[in-house]
């Protein structure tokens, strides 16, 4: 019975010292990545039109202006450059473009305040954007000389960046 007391000693003894012997490593994970900001989507068409229709060329100051709804939902703190690149611009003008009509133009008006836009790709930049985002513009024809009949037409792009 002494004997086996002092195996079981023994053995305590060797299993103490074995994990007073004990190693021990660490790893270290490291985390990383980029969250982004989703970006914005554009609710209207991707191809608008602004068709005045047939109109008396000695009418043309008079005509209705033709709206354009641009439209995109933006999430909060959200910053755009926008564009619009017409495809014949009227020499010496950033606002007036051809319609392909000699002496009949035509620009572009912001629905926001009125004024007109630049048509030769220079950037107008928005910051602070946040949901309903409203870029819709009225096209408005405008008399160069004198007009005569036949039919116009041009196209203008409109580029949004989302910053």
């Known amino acids: 019975m002494k004997?086996?007391?002092?195996?079981?000693?023994t053995l305590f003894a060797g299993l103490l010292s074995s994990t007073a012997n004990a190693v021990t490593d660490t790893v270290t994970i490291n985390l990383s990545g980029t969250l982004t900001r989703p970006p914005c989507n554009?609710?209207?068409?991707k191809t608008l039109t602004a068709n005045f229709?047939?109109?008396r060329y000695d009418q043309v100051a008079d005509a209705a202006l033709i709206d354009i709804?641009?439209?995109?939902?933006c999430p909060a703190n959200s910053v755009l450059a926008v564009s619009i690149l017409a495809a014949r611009t009227i020499q010496g003008s950033t606002?007036?473009?051809s319609t392909g009509k000699t002496n009949l133009a035509y620009s572009l008006l912001w629905n926001s305040d009125?004024?007109?836009?630049?048509?030769?790709?220079?950037?107008?930049?928005?910051t602070n954007q946040s949901g309903t985002v409203d870029?819709?513009?009225?096209?408005?024809?405008?008399?160069?000389?004198a007009l005569t009949e036949g039919a116009f037409s041009t196209s203008a792009v409109i580029?949004?960046?989302y910053l």
């Open 69 to 73: 709804p641009l439209t995109m939902t």
């Open 95 to 97: 606002t007036q473009a």
């Open 114 to 126: 009125s004024t007109a836009a630049n048509i030769t790709g220079t950037k107008r930049n928005l």
């Open 159 to 161: 580029s949004i960046e």
């Open 42 to 45: 554009l609710t209207s068409s």
């Open 53 to 55: 229709g047939s109109l």
């Open 3 to 9: 004997l086996s007391l002092t195996l079981a000693a």
């Open 135 to 145: 870029l819709s513009m009225k096209a408005k024809l405008i008399a160069l000389g």
